[in-house]
């Protein structure tokens, strides 16, 4: 990949100040016509921009600054960079080699039986398979069906194990752990919980039968007093 020169108008401004090269060798540079940098140096363009040093950015060096300004026919070339960025991957299906191709459905079934929290498309970038081969296994419609048995994709080598870890993790998130779903079902709801008496201890039941049994005595008393009186 060719490397690009960063802000070219505003390096070109720091290069007609600060050097004396010439208006071919920073239009060359800075990807520019001739006539563009002769009007940044008459004061005609770019007025409001700053200059930025290329030296700076790790762009160009100082020894090739002085290189070009004695040889006007020396061509500035861009400093190799101190870090390589990796170019970022084209998205798309996992390439499965030939001779691994038969193994997918047997890997398929796997991650079907194994991982139901696994969702078509994650499985398809683990495996490097289609929306509908993964259909037809869950479904049993598969031609081959009856003779497919269950193959880790990482022992086949479809997938690297952190690859695979990854996507259950993925896939898992914002679901109960299988803990937590027992802890929920051994507690009480709030109805419940609302709704629940504690049982009466023996005593108080027997403290309520005698204030009772001494309510009905007493007024079977109070009769008999009064005929005793009127006697």
């Known amino acids: 990949m060719a490397q690009q020169l960063l802000m070219p108008k505003a390096t070109a401004v ?3 100040d600060n050097t004396s090269l010439s208006f071919e060798q920073i239009a060359e540079f800075c990807t ?3 006539l563009e940098v002769k009007a940044i140096a008459d ?3 770019a007025q409001g921009i700053k200059g930025m040093d290329p030296i700076i950015t790790g762009q160009l060096t100082r020894d090739e600054i002085v290189r070009a300004e004695k040889d006007d026919k020396h061509r ?10 990796p170019e970022a991957k084209r998205k798309g299906p996992r390439y499965t080699p030939v001779s691994k191709r038969q193994d997918r459905p047997n890997a398929i079934l796997w991650l079907v039986r194994n991982h139901p929290e696994l969702k078509d498309p994650q499985i398809s970038r683990l495996v490097g398979t289609t929306k509908h081969t993964i259909e037809q296994i869950r479904e049993r419609s598969h031609w081959n069906s009856a003779n497919l048995q269950p193959m ?6 479809l997938c690297s194990q952190i690859d695979l870890d ?6 898992s998130r914002g679901m109960p752990r299988p803990e937590v779903e027992a802890e929920e079902e051994r507690l009480l709801s709030a109805a419940q919980t609302q709704s629940y008496r504690a049982p009466r201890e023996d005593s108080e039941e027997l403290d309520a039968a005698a204030v009772f049994a001494k309510l009905t005595s007493m007024r079977r008393t109070e009769p008999e007093d009064e005929e005793d009186q009127l006697g």
């Open 76 to 85: 500035l070339k861009i400093a190799p960079p101190k870090v390589r960025v």
């Open 166 to 171: 990854l996507e259950v993790e993925k896939a």
């Open 32 to 34: 520019l016509h001739p």
């Open 14 to 16: 720091w290069l007609v």
């Open 43 to 45: 004061g005609e363009s």
């Open 152 to 157: 880790d994709p990482v022992t086949l080598g």
